[in-house]
Each structure stands twice: as structure tokens, then as C-alpha cells.
């Protein structure tokens, strides 16, 4: 493997991912209101706002990217006010990752294509932002290094249905990066809990982080070999970034985009090529969380707090509890009691009460499934 050892550090473009139907956390969360937009960590920022002030030290603010939708796009603007307004990207139809990831490519790989496109979602947590920037100027390095993709990988602490697995294969040592990377063997998307179990035991699996590094003109190729038929409609697209004209393509030619994933687009048919596919796997050994449930939201107040799991989690003007153990409960300006209950999830808003347990918190979409089918759009 090569000495990655250049002076010349390669340019990172940030492309900050915020779109999100706000399912998930529901019902705090609605379409308006997803989860990035909303304080989840305890920090008292938004986790898109968390999100960019990590980054802030990787790239300058005006070479960001983010990518959202028309109901988040005005609340996002207020709490970034200083990412350039043409530097937020409206997606006027929703399309999935792979669309975003690409269109961001495109536009950038038009005046930088050796320039390293860094995909974040916009609402994780991130605990050690110092070790974080070490691991991404890492990946940044072997990205600019050739045909590179570079993903992240969180070491996985319990057989999680709700994650993407990766599958590690022989160390890849790039000289001078000073960060350990494996070569990707296979993805796959959310298994079963039997094979979930298979995966934590074997060793050499990690969850999929969501984080990926590529150069512009790495990614652009891809999907020209993937998916051909999604890149002559999105390099149109990208040729009119910067115009009076932008909008009105954007709109015209994404329509007839396909929704699907970059997992599946790129690195699932990628990893297929084995050795020749470059995919390599970095450790995402930063604290990471990707806030998917009420439930990690638990998990996350208890690493944060130094808890046990078994402690409660209570958002309240004042609590009282006997018996109690394990449960998430978010009910400001009301005094919560709890007695002789484990593991639940109660969250109170202005016009709706959720009651759960942790362990059916992923399932909290079946529940806005239901409302959007009996009408009840004012509720999601």
C-alpha cells in the first residue's frame, strides 16, 4: 500500500444530508419538524447545528453543502445562518441518498473533481469531536490516494436490527495515515436478529455509520457505471448550478430520478468487486450514534450521564418515581411519577401523548403510517 505521507493536505466538501420525513421520533418530530432540527443530545443545539460546528474544523463554511427539502428548509436556514443560501439545496421531490450524494458529486467533480466529497448525516451524535476530525482527515487522504471510497464503521455493542452491517476483510495499511482501515467485504441493510446475532459474534462486522468520503470524480463514475439512467438527468442538473435557471431544472429532472440509497447504488455493487472495488471500512470509534429511536436516545442520555441502563430518563419539571427503572419520559412543565413500570417511553407535546416500550421504540413509524392513512395529516 502506498505512503500517504503528501504535504498537501486534499479540500473536503462537507455535503450535510437533512431531509427525513420525522418518523422516528414522533411525536416531537413531524415532516416540518425532523429530528435534526430538533436539541436531542442534551447539548442544547439542534443536531444539524452540532453537526456543521464538528465539520467547521475540517472545511471553510462556504464550501458546505446541504441537502434538504422544502418543509425543513426555512427552519434549517434560521439555524445555519451562515452557510451561503446557495449552498442549501432544496430537493423538490424526495429521492433517497443516492440522488443527494450524486448531485452534490456532480457539481462539485464540474471545477474540482480530485476534490474529496465527505457524506454526513445531519443527525448523529458524535461524542469525541477531536478523535472524529482524526479519523475523517484520515479517510480524506486515502480518498485522494486513487479510486478510494472510504466508510465508516461503529463498532457494534448489541445485535441491532435497525442498522446497516459491514463486513471487514483484510487490513489495508496506507502509509502515513496513522489510522487502521479494512478492506469491505459485503454490506448489508438491517438483517434479521438471528443473523444481527451472527454478525455481532463473528468479529468482523461494524455497523454502517452513514459516513462516506470520496473524491468527486470518484463518486460522479460510480454512478455513471452503477446507474446510468440516474446520471444524465442529475448532471443536468448540475450544469445549471448557479443559474437563474437552477430551480426549474432541479424540479423538472428530479422527478424522474430513482429513489434509492447510495448502499445500494454504489457500495453494495461495488463491494461486489472485491479487491478492485477500493471500498475500505475506518473505525467510527468516536462516540457515535446515530439517535435512530427513543430508545438510543435512553442509551445515549445514560453513556452521557455515566449511568447504568437500567436508570430513568426523565424530561419534566419534577419527577418522582418508585420501583422504576429503565424508562425514557419527556413531558415538560408537567410532574412525572412513576411507579412500579420498566423500560417504557412516554413523550407528551401540545397535541399528542406516545406511550411505548423501548424495545417497539424502531416501530414508532407503523404509528405514522396509520395516521397518514386515516387522514390525520395536522398530526404528522
Same mark, same amino acid.
Given at each position: 500500500?502506498?505512503?500517504?505521507?503528501?504535504?498537501?493536505?486534499?479540500?473536503l466538501v462537507?455535503?450535510?444530508?437533512?431531509?427525513?420525513?420525522?418518523?422516528r421520533?414522533?411525536?416531537?418530530?413531524?415532516?416540518?419538524?425532523a429530528?435534526?432540527?430538533?436539541?436531542?443530545?442534551g447539548?442544547?443545539?439542534?443536531?444539524?447545528?452540532?453537526?456543521?460546528?464538528?465539520?467547521r474544523?475540517?472545511?471553510?463554511?462556504e464550501?458546505?453543502?446541504?441537502?434538504?427539502?422544502?418543509?425543513?428548509?426555512?427552519?434549517?436556514?434560521?439555524?445555519?445562518?451562515?452557510?451561503p443560501?446557495?449552498?442549501?439545496?432544496?430537493?423538490?421531490?424526495?429521492?433517497?441518498?443516492?440522488? #443527494?450524494?450524486?448531485?452534490?458529486a456532480?457539481i462539485?467533480?464540474?471545477?474540482?473533481?480530485?476534490?474529496?466529497?465527505?457524506?454526513?448525516?445531519?443527525?448523529?451524535?458524535?461524542?469525541?469531536?477531536?478523535?472524529?476530525?482524526?479519523?475523517?482527515?484520515?479517510?480524506?487522504?486515502?480518498?485522494a490516494?486513487?479510486?478510494?471510497?472510504?466508510?465508516?464503521?461503529?463498532?457494534?455493542?448489541?445485535?441491532?436490527?435497525g442498522y446497516?452491517?459491514?463486513?471487514?476483510?483484510?487490513?489495508?495499511?496506507?502509509?502515513?495515515?496513522?489510522?487502521?482501515?479494512?478492506?469491505?467485504?459485503?454490506?448489508?441493510?438491517?438483517?434479521?436478529?438471528?443473523?444481527?446475532? !451472527?454478525?455481532?459474534?463473528?468479529?468482523?462486522?461494524?455497523?454502517?455509520?452513514?459516513?462516506?468520503?470520496?473524491?468527486?470524480?470518484?463518486?460522479?463514475n460510480?454512478?455513471?457505471?452503477?446507474?446510468? #439512467?440516474?446520471?444524465?438527468?442529475?448532471?443536468?442538473i448540475?450544469a445549471?448550478?448557479?443559474?437563474?435557471?437552477?430551480?426549474?431544472?432541479?424540479?423538472?429532472?428530479?422527478?424522474?430520478i430513482?429513489?434509492i440509497s447510495?448502499?445500494?447504488a454504489?457500495?453494495?455493487p461495488?463491494?461486489?468487486?472485491? #479487491?478492485?472495488?477500493?471500498?475500505?471500512c475506518?473505525p467510527?470509534?468516536?462516540?457515535?450514534n446515530?439517535?435512530?429511536s427513543?430508545?438510543?436516545?435512553?442509551?445515549? #442520555?445514560?453513556?452521557?450521564?455515566?449511568?447504568?441502563?437500567?436508570?430513568?430518563?426523565?424530561e419534566?419539571?419534577?419527577?418522582?418515581?418508585?420501583?422504576?427503572?429503565?424508562?425514557?419520559?419527556?413531558?415538560?412543565g408537567?410532574?412525572?411519577?412513576?411507579?412500579?413500570?420498566?423500560?417504557?417511553?412516554v413523550?407528551?407535546?401540545?397535541?399528542?401523548?406516545?406511550?411505548t416500550t423501548?424495545?417497539?421504540s424502531?416501530?414508532?413509524?407503523?404509528?405514522?403510517? !396509520?395516521?397518514?392513512?386515516?387522514?390525520?395529516k395536522?398530526?404528522?
Open positions: 500500500m502506498p505512503n500517504l505521507t503528501d504535504p498537501k493536505a486534499p479540500s462537507p455535503v450535510v444530508l437533512a431531509g427525513g420525513s420525522g418518523t421520533f414522533w411525536p416531537r418530530s413531524r415532516k416540518s419538524r429530528k435534526q432540527v430538533l436539541p436531542l443530545s447539548s442544547g443545539d439542534t443536531m444539524i447545528q452540532e453537526t456543521v460546528a464538528r465539520l474544523p475540517l472545511a471553510p463554511i464550501d458546505f453543502l446541504v441537502i434538504t427539502n422544502d418543509l425543513l428548509a426555512a427552519t434549517i436556514e434560521a439555524q445555519l445562518p451562515e452557510v443560501k446557495n449552498r442549501l439545496l432544496r430537493e423538490p421531490f424526495a429521492r433517497n441518498t443516492a440522488p #443527494a450524494c450524486a448531485l452534490a456532480m462539485v467533480e464540474r471545477t474540482s473533481p480530485e476534490t474529496i466529497l465527505g457524506v454526513f448525516p445531519s443527525d448523529h451524535v458524535v461524542t469525541d469531536d477531536a478523535r472524529f476530525a482524526e479519523v475523517i482527515r484520515a479517510g480524506m487522504q486515502i480518498a490516494a486513487g479510486e478510494n471510497i472510504i466508510v465508516l464503521g461503529a463498532p457494534p455493542t448489541r445485535p441491532e436490527t446497516g452491517y459491514i463486513k471487514e476483510g483484510a487490513p489495508a495499511e496506507f502509509g502515513g495515515v496513522g489510522i487502521p482501515s479494512r478492506s469491505v467485504e459485503r454490506f448489508t441493510e438491517k438483517p434479521q436478529i438471528d443473523r444481527a446475532i !451472527e454478525f455481532v459474534a463473528d468479529g468482523n462486522y461494524s455497523w454502517n455509520a452513514g459516513i462516506f468520503l470520496w473524491s468527486a470524480r470518484t463518486l460522479a460510480a454512478i455513471r457505471e452503477h446507474r446510468p #439512467a440516474m446520471a444524465a438527468p442529475l448532471e443536468r448540475a445549471a448550478f448557479g443559474t437563474p435557471q437552477f430551480e426549474a431544472v432541479f424540479a423538472a429532472e428530479f422527478e424522474t430513482e429513489n447510495i448502499d445500494y454504489v457500495l453494495e461495488r463491494s461486489a468487486k472485491g #479487491a478492485a472495488g477500493h471500498i475500505y475506518l467510527a470509534d468516536f462516540g457515535w446515530d439517535l435512530g427513543w430508545n438510543a436516545l435512553h442509551e445515549h #442520555a445514560m453513556s452521557k450521564g455515566g449511568s447504568k441502563g437500567h436508570a430513568n430518563v426523565v419534566s419539571q419534577s419527577m418522582l418515581h418508585m420501583d422504576a427503572f429503565g424508562n425514557y419520559v419527556f413531558a415538560p408537567m410532574t412525572v411519577a412513576l411507579l412500579g413500570v420498566s423500560d417504557l417511553v413523550v407528551q407535546t401540545d397535541d399528542a401523548l406516545l406511550i423501548r424495545a417497539h424502531q416501530e414508532v413509524g407503523r404509528i405514522v403510517s !396509520e395516521l397518514n392513512k386515516s387522514g390525520r395536522d398530526l404528522v
